[in-house]
């Protein structure tokens, strides 16, 4: 590799702090398990992909089990919201991320597991999918988070 005035060696990005070279996108992928009242992993994986999202990463969850609760429209858990417990709820939370360009995809039988339309109860953009789009997930994805 050429190097400073045509000189073999090193060019000079070699001495650039590591920091300052630019970094490949990447993609992380979310596998949530907990739903939307029993637990803060929805937050946690929430926080997880806005942070990569606003880092220029793609970002893909697969709710599975009653994650696929937490994209479900309309919900409201009044007893909390004087304790700024769920000042807004998780189905926001996601559209946002959606909106930003996440996927996120809810397991088909979970879903009809939990009797839940589709049709009515996801926002646009939040896709049913089944086991192989996990399996696509971990495929695909650098970096798998569980939660």
Not at 35 to 43: H, I
């Amino acid at each position: 590799m050429p190097g400073r005035a045509g000189v073999d060696g090193p060019g000079p990005e070699s001495f650039l702090p590591r920091a300052a070279l630019p970094r490949p996108m990447s993609r992380l992928g979310v596998l949530l398990t907990g739903g939307p009242f029993d637990s803060q992993r929805w937050r946690t994986a929430y926080e997880l992909g806005r942070a990569a999202l606003d880092a220029g990463h793609e970002v893909s969850y697969f709710n599975y089990l009653d994650g696929a609760m937490v994209p479900v429209a309309d919900q409201h858990l009044p007893d909390c919201s004087d304790a700024s417990l769920y000042d807004e709820m998780p189905t926001e939370k996601f559209q946002e991320l959606v909106a930003d360009g996440a996927e996120v995809i809810c397991c088909g039988l979970c879903v009809d597991a939990r009797g839940i339309d589709p049709e009515t109860d996801y926002p646009d953009g939040v896709e049913v999918g089944l086991l192989p789009d996990l399996a696509d997930l971990l495929g695909t994805a650098d970096r798998v988070v569980s939660l």
